[in-house]
């Protein structure tokens, strides 16, 4: 089992930045998969960003063009640079974690979450 710690949100002005972090912990299998989402309050969560072990990237439309999401695997870490923040980025963002088996994609292990608000 995975361990996701988050870290980095906070409060800032529509237009700022803010970068998240992510470290994983526990036996990490290979390939895998990262990634970040988010959740408003009253909606669904809904998927920001992955990147997997091969480095490829997706990127939710809302997204592309403002935030980049990277990894460092020798410290177990993923992260969110995000910029041009608006407020509708306001959300709990969560860390994500999938392993690849012959089946498909694991189901995810899920960080507790670290919360961004973003002020007009």
């Known amino acids: 089992q995975v361990q996701l710690v988050e870290s980095g949100g906070g409060s800032v002005q529509a237009g700022g930045s803010l970068r998240l972090s992510c470290v994983a912990s526990?036996?990490?299998?290979?390939?895998?998969?990262m990634g970040w989402h988010r959740q408003a309050p009253g909606k669904q969560r809904e998927l920001v960003a992955t990147i997997t072990s091969g480095l490829d990237r997706s990127y939710a439309d809302s997204v592309k063009g403002r935030f980049t999401i990277s990894r460092d695997d020798a410290k177990n870490m993923v992260y969110l640079q995000m910029h041009d923040l608006h407020p509708e980025d306001t959300g709990v963002y969560y860390c994500?974690?999938?392993?690849?088996?012959?089946?498909?994609?694991?189901?995810?292990?899920w960080g507790q979450g670290t919360q961004v608000t973003v002020s007009s």
């Open positions: 526990g036996k990490i299998p290979t390939p895998n998969r």
């Open positions: 994500a974690f999938q392993f690849y088996t012959a089946w498909g994609p694991s189901l995810p292990s």
